[in-house]
């Protein structure tokens, strides 16, 4: 049995080859969707699966992109921040919410509808697949215990 507090194995270490066929999945993403859009999808799902490395990560991605720091503090709170938030944006967010808290009605139509009234139909693919990849990255730093870097 593994004691308490050991350290995990760390998938970089063990299976780079995984990190490398993510990245290129992100760059194929990254091409098709608004950067600004990109990083408050990041940041929404990282927040919602509690992975502190990628809320670190996604964080200063967002403010690179030009995300205000108030946006980026507010997307924990996106339905109540008023008009913080464009229309197209809290679109894309309520996806990120459904596919990353999937339950029993993955994603509705409804929310499917409203950010397909705003993306093109390769647009709505590179962000189902954002979530899909960012979920998939979360699960990896949680489940090996990354922290984020001390600044």
């Not at 200063?60 to 339905?79: E, F, I």
């Not at 679109?91 to 808290?101: G, H, K, P, S, Y």
Request: net charge negative.
């Amino acid at each position: 049995m593994v004691p308490l507090g050991t350290p995990r194995a760390q998938s970089a270490q063990h299976l780079p080859e995984i990190h490398t066929e993510l990245a290129r999945l992100r760059a194929i993403v990254a091409a098709a969707l608004d950067e600004e859009l990109h990083a408050l999808v990041d940041l929404r799902a990282s927040l919602l699966n509690g992975c502190a490395f990628c809320v670190d990560l996604h964080t200063d991605a967002a403010l690179k992109a030009g995300v205000s720091a108030q946006r980026v503090t507010l997307v924990a709170a996106w339905r109540e921040a008023g008009d913080h938030f464009t229309e197209i944006e809290r679109a894309v967010l309520e996806v990120v919410d459904a596919l990353t808290r999937l339950g029993e009605n993955g994603l509705a139509d409804e929310v499917y509808a409203r950010a397909a009234d705003h993306l093109s139909e390769r647009e709505m693919v590179a962000l189902i697949t954002a979530v899909g990849l960012i979920n998939l990255y979360n699960r990896l730093g949680v489940g090996t215990a990354l922290t984020p870097p001390v600044r």
